[in-house]
């Protein structure tokens, strides 16, 4: 036996077999133990920030939002963020004209002469114009 060789350990096929089927069903294992372990991960951080949130909530509530229900104006606030007028108190609508720019109506100066209304130009150039217009009458 001096003079023998040893036979390689991965020469015989059913240890070769077995050990690759060892490697692939822990490396199964192994991949599921840390697939789970990110997953508990994960769910930690988001409880975390749920948390975080509903603290942020409940402040915003017990700081802002009750005293702001609980004060005298809260009727007054509430109805008027929905629209609805309290007595005494009326809707204006505005509407802008944009057939025309130019009045229809003339006017009558002291001394009995009639004008015709000034038109002004909207923006800085009608301002001006507008002035310059005026000084020179």
Known sequence: MI???KKSFLQNPLVT???ILAIVIFTVFSM???LGYLTVVQTIRGNEQKK???AQETL???DFRLPYLQSDFAKYFISHENGVANPGEQVIK????????QL????ISPSGNIKQPTIVNSGW???FKYKIQKIGQ
């Open 3 to 5: 003079g023998a060789s």
């Open 17 to 19: 077999i077995v050990s």
């Open 32 to 34: 599921k133990a840390y």
């Open 52 to 54: 975080v949130l509903l």
């Open 60 to 62: 915003y509530l017990s």
């Open 94 to 101: 505005l509407v802008k004209n944009s057939e025309s720019t």
């Open 104 to 107: 229809d109506q003339k006017i």
């Open 125 to 127: 150039v009608g301002f």
